[in-house]
Every structure is written in structure tokens, then in C-alpha cells.
């Protein structure tokens, strides 16, 4: 278990994504935009792979014995999807996210507000997602494999209106 607090690994990366939109923003690579949206791409799609991936980790922890093997290796597996992938990949779509919507002067369209907003309750799972990494790394669970088999439908949902709101900008 490592030693630092999960509010301080928030504030880490909240600092992080603060520092690299920052960075964006003041360095402003108009001539790169092509390869950050490909940049974006790529994040997004990580983040959203280990967002699809670690709910079914957690149906098959749910129903795994406390303190077994099976349990533990759930534990290793559930934090590095988390830390070496989830994280930094939420990291990257919103810092680069964010500059290509002010770069290409989205900000006032309606289509960025939902999408902004699906991806608000995204990052929210993703936090709710954390914690659940956390409660099974102390064997405190409390919900059934059911629960999570549900769970995981929602960043599928959230993903295709977020798609839909960028691809046909219906409003």
C-alpha cells in the first residue's frame, strides 16, 4: 500500500492537469493542433479502456474469497490499471481537452457544454472508481458482483453521448 493519502494523490493530479493546460495554453502550438488531437484521441481512448475494464475487474473481486490469491492479484491488477493508465491518461484528455476546445474557439458552442458536462459525471465514475480500488485493497467491499455488472454500463452510456455531441454537434 503506498503511504500518501488519496486526497494528496488528487491534489497531485489536479495540480498536474493544472500545470500541463497551463502549458498549453501559454506555449499555444496552433501548428501542432493536428497531433494533439491525435494526442487526445489516443488518451481518451486509454482512459476509456481502463474505464470499461476496471468495473469487470471488480464483478470477479466481488465474488473472490478475502485474503486468497485470487483477491490479491485483483489488488494489483485494479491499482496499476488505475495509476499507470486510468490516471495519467484523464490526466492527458483534459489538459489537451481543454486547449484544443480554446484553440478552436468551442467554448460558446452548445455541443462542448454537454460534452464538458458528460465528461464531468466521467471523471466523476473515475473518482468513484478510485475509491472502489481503495475498499477492495482493504478488503472493505460491500457490494455484490451485481452492482458492479451495472456500474460498468455507465461509461459505455456516457461515452456514446460524448461521441455523438463531437461527431454531430447537434446543437
Not at 488531437?37 to 473481486?61: S, T
Not at 486468497?68 to 489537451?96: D, G, H, Y
Amino acid at each position: 500500500m503506498s503511504d500518501t493519502s488519496p486526497a494528496l494523490r488528487a491534489v497531485v493530479a489536479l495540480g498536474v492537469t493544472a500545470v500541463l493546460t497551463a502549458g498549453l495554453f501559454l506555449w499555444d502550438p496552433v501548428e501542432l493542433s493536428l497531433w494533439f488531437k491525435a494526442l487526445h484521441v489516443v488518451a481518451v481512448i486509454a482512459w476509456m479502456a481502463g474505464m470499461l475494464y476496471l468495473p469487470r475487474l471488480f464483478v470477479y473481486h466481488a465474488v473472490a474469497e478475502k485474503g486468497s490469491v485470487q483477491s490479491e492479484t485483483f489488488k494489483v491488477m485494479e491499482r496499476r490499471l488505475l495509476r499507470a493508465i486510468m490516471n495519467p491518461s484523464m490526466i492527458v484528455s483534459w489538459a489537451v481537452g481543454l486547449w484544443l476546445a480554446w484553440s478552436g474557439d468551442f467554448f460558446s458552442d452548445g455541443w462542448l457544454h454537454g460534452k464538458l458536462a458528460l465528461v464531468l459525471l466521467l471523471s466523476a465514475m473515475h473518482g468513484w472508481m478510485a475509491r472502489q480500488v481503495r475498499y477492495f485493497a482493504d478488503d472493505r467491499n460491500e457490494h455484490p458482483q451485481r452492482h458492479f455488472r451495472i456500474v460498468n454500463e455507465i461509461p459505455t452510456v456516457l461515452m456514446i453521448g460524448i461521441v455523438i455531441l463531437v461527431i454531430v454537434k447537434p446543437f
